[in-house]
Structure formats: structure tokens, C-alpha cells
């Protein structure tokens, strides 16, 4: 007797409940295009989640956002009334770099970069020489190359490093502009100088949509999880499906066939279109018909593996948080990455008098800490919140550990023949979609812009098919 199979059909399924995946779906549901969204864990957002617990409210995953792209703000008018935006405090803008033992502002302008004693006297003069430098013609010049050919070795080590530790957790010898930074590399090939083309930018000519890129950075109020479930009840339960295993794409006539085990069952699912947000660690099984050299070339994708401690205290007795946390460049030999402080420019994050601490750890960096034991981070993050932050008895009442292993991509050198490989794909199989961060980003606002282009295609697509089958 053959095992009976929950068949389905749609015009979209949508491989991993991430944001990009819930984004995507929300776009298409907007317009009335059949979609299926499946995840393989028990709930949509990836690694958003949010927690409350005694008085905190903590993220286990990304903690903010950058409005970097008009799609931010235009997603949460949609969302109105399930979520709210909530821009961060002007403390955001602070940002520490340590050096020599003490906690230094990241100059945010060429005066304070003047002034600074993150950066030689060597490197001050030279800011003066920046815009006056030759152009960049190597599309794939490291960033460290870069910064040292514009700005000089202690930029590098002092605002690029530890800024690229915050974003990428990556090494910026082997990060590439073009890709990992790619508005950075706008402004030298398209201005010749980074002070030249920012100072250009300020006066260019916005139009409404671009007037609401706002580079602030920002949270959602309640907790990131809220926008997670904002994008859900708009896209519907009913297609966002969960719990999904031993998944595989076939093509069909009709377009792709998708198998899997849902609830002990199995489900088949016949779409026209797959749009896959995982990361290519994951195509060996889910796309079995792909090109062995292919896979292997999307497979060389590198990431970042990331430890964060949260730590949360009832009355802090340490050094004034006002600011966004800080940064800990290479060059300083510690052992953590940097400190973020999410109550000093996130409302309702502890309670008052306390503060709320992410300690991260590993990365490129320090990628044997990933394998140590629980213990052993916990002593790492707590000594080093202690000497850094003035903590004389460092004993909070909330600590928790999370770990990502492949948590940031690296856009290195090879970005290009993946990217090639994966233009390869969408115009041998027509309808299958690779994205995710893959590609075009690793930031909220990255994936929040590449879920909306996603739909907007897949929109277009669709109606250019019945154009065609009215004729």
C-alpha cells in the first residue's frame, strides 16, 4: 500500500523562515500571489528572538538594524499597528575603540579624527591628502589594502578592524570592498575620495523615497521577535509552514517539485517558483539536480563563527554606558570582539538603575573559541566586562550563552565566481531563486531591501506569464 502524500500546489514556495524569507512572503501575499513559506525549526525568524526575563529584555540573535535603505521604513508603514520602529537613542552614535588599556570615542568627522589619540600624528596629516589620492582600479583590493592606501595603517587598525569586528566578525585582509563594503567602494570610484564623496552626498538632490534613509540605527519596540510576528499574521499561518525536514527540489514540468516530512507526513509541493534563503552548506541535499562544480564553488562560501554572552544587571556599578558598547581591534590582543549596550539606546532593556550587556566573542579573529566549554566563556566574558567596564564584582543576575557557527558570511575573494555561479543557476532553471546572505548584504536592512526585490520580480515574472498566455 503507498503511503499517502499531502499534496500541494503554489505559485511560490520559499525555502527558510529567516527575515529575508518572511519579507519576501509578506510582498508576495500583498499581491495576491499564492506562497508557501517552509522552516525547518519549530518557529519563522531565523536567529531573531526575543526574551524577557527578570526585568530584561534581551536578543538572542541580531540586536539592531541600520536604516540604510528605503525599504526599512517602508516595511514597517505596512506593519503599522502590529509593530513600531524604534529608533535608537543619540547615544547610538557613540562608539568606543580600545586602546592602551582605556575606552576612546571612534571619531565620527575628520576634526575629531584630528584630535584623536586613536590615530598617529602620521595618519592625521594624511586625511588632509585623502581626497587628492589616485583612484582604486582593482575591483578586488582587499580592505585592508584600501584603507592603508587612503588612510594609513593606524585607521586600519584603530576604525576599519574594529568596525569590520562589529559587522563581519572577518579578517579585513581578505574582506572585499566591492562586495562586503560596497558603498564604501562607491565613494572612491565614484567621487575618487571617501571625504570627497561624502561631502558630495550631503548636497546631492534626494527625492522622497531616498529622504527616508536616515542611516539611523534602530530596534523595534517590544523586542525584534515583534517584527517577526507582525510579518507572519500578514502573510497568514496557514502558509507559513514549520517544522519542515528532509527537504528536496526537483524540477517538474509544471516548474519544481518539493518533498519533505512535515509532522511525521509527507508533503509534496508543485511551484513555479523556489526562491531559497539558506545558506549553500545546506544545496548538497536541498538541491540534489545542481552541478557538482557548482555546488562546490557555493560551497566555499566562509563564515564567521560568533559567541554572545548576555549579560544582564539588576543596579550596574560600573563605568557610564553612554553609549552604543565598544569595539576591541585585533591589535589589542583581547579576547573578545567588543560590548555592546542595549540599554543605554533601547527603551524598557533593564530595569532602571540596571543595565544590559552582549559580550561577543570569536570570529575570524578567535575562531577557537567557538569549541570551548560553556565555563571557559563565561570566565573570558566576565573578566573581561570587569577590567574593561569598571566592574568591580561582576555578578549578574541574567547570563545566558548563545552560539552561531555560520553566522556571518564572508564576501572574500572568490564573491565573484559565486556570484557567477549562482547567475548560472537562474538562467539554466528558470524560477529557481538562490538569495539570502549570500549575497547583496548581511544587515537587517540588507535582507528587509532583497526581500522586497525578490517579490517585485517574482510579481513581474507572473504577470508577464499571463500576458503571454493571453495571446
Not at 523586542?223 to 528532509?246: F, W
Amino acid at each position: 500500500m503507498e503511503k499517502a502524500v499531502d499534496l500541494k500546489k503554489t505559485e511560490v514556495a520559499i525555502i527558510g523562515g529567516g527575515l529575508t524569507g518572511l519579507v519576501t512572503a509578506f510582498w508576495l501575499t500583498r499581491e495576491d500571489v499564492d506562497t508557501v513559506m517552509l522552516e525547518k525549526s519549530c518557529r519563522p525568524g531565523g536567529v531573531i528572538r526575543t526574551f524577557r526575563e527578570n526585568g530584561f529584555v534581551y536578543e538572542s540573535g541580531p540586536n539592531t538594524g541600520v536604516i540604510s535603505h528605503p525599504e526599512v521604513p517602508e516595511l514597517f508603514d505596512e506593519l503599522e499597528g502590529l509593530c513600531e520602529l524604534e529608533p535608537a537613542d543619540e547615544k547610538a552614535k557613540k562608539r568606543l575603540i580600545w586602546k592602551n588599556g582605556a575606552w576612546h570615542p571612534l571619531p565620527s568627522g575628520p576634526l575629531e579624527a584630528i584630535n584623536t589619540p586613536l590615530f598617529s600624528t602620521r595618519d592625521k596629516l594624511g586625511i588632509l591628502l585623502e581626497p587628492f589620492r589616485k583612484k582604486g582600479s582593482d575591483p578586488l583590493e582587499s580592505l585592508e589594502d584600501m584603507v592603508k592606501r587612503r588612510l594609513g595603517q593606524s585607521f586600519l587598525d584603530y576604525a576599519v578592524d574594529p568596525f569590520i569586528s562589529g559587522i563581519y566578525a572577518g579578517d579585513p585582509s581578505r574582506l572585499i570592498p566591492k562586495f562586503a563594503l560596497p558603498k564604501l567602494y562607491a565613494l572612491e570610484q565614484n567621487y575618487g575620495s571617501f571625504i570627497r564623496g561624502a561631502i558630495a552626498k550631503k548636497f546631492e538632490k534626494k527625492g522622497e523615497r531616498e529622504k527616508r534613509v536616515t542611516r539611523e540605527v534602530f530596534s523595534v519596540i517590544g523586542g525584534l521577535e515583534k517584527l517577526v510576528s507582525a510579518l507572519e499574521a500578514k502573510t497568514g499561518n496557514e502558509r507559513v509552514m514549520t517544522g519542515i525536514s528532509d527537504l528536496s527540489v526537483t524540477p517538474c514540468s509544471e516548474g519544481y517539485q518539493l518533498r519533505a516530512i512535515r509532522d511525521g507526513a509527507d508533503l509534496a509541493i508543485n511551484t513555479k517558483f523556489v526562491v531559497s534563503t539558506v545558506g549553500p552548506y545546506e544545496f548538497d541535499t536541498l538541491f540534489p539536480f545542481l552541478n557538482r562544480n557548482q555546488l562546490a564553488i557555493l560551497n566555499k562560501l566562509e563564515y564567521a563563527s560568533i559567541i554572545q554572552v548576555v549579560m544582564g544587571f539588576k543596579k550596574w556599578q560600573g563605568m557610564n554606558l553612554n553609549a552604543f558598547g565598544g569595539l576591541v581591534p585585533g591589535k589589542e590582543k583581547m579576547e573578545i570582539l567588543g560590548i555592546l549596550f542595549p540599554s543605554s539606546f533601547l527603551r524598557n532593556r533593564a530595569p532602571e538603575g540596571g543595565a544590559l550587556l552582549s559580550v561577543f566573542l570569536g570570529g575570524f579573529r578567535n575562531p577557537g573559541i567557538f569549541s570551548l566549554p560553556d565555563d571557559e566563556i563565561i570566565e573570558k566574558a566576565v573578566t573581561a566586562v570587569k577590567s574593561m567596564l569598571q566592574v568591580e564584582n561582576c555578578n549578574p543576575g541574567l547570563l545566558k550563552i548563545y552560539r552561531y557557527k555560520n553566522a556571518i558570511p564572508q564576501y572574500m575573494h572568490d564573491t565573484p565566481e559565486r556570484l557567477a555561479v549562482t547567475d548560472h543557476v537562474h538562467s539554466s532553471y528558470p524560477g529557481l531563486l538562490l538569495a539570502g546572505n549570500m549575497r547583496e548584504g548581511i544587515g537587517m536592512a540588507d535582507r528587509i531591501r532583497q526581500g522586497k526585490i525578490l517579490a517585485d520580480s517574482i510579481v513581474a515574472a507572473l504577470q508577464q506569464q499571463l500576458i503571454l498566455e493571453k495571446r
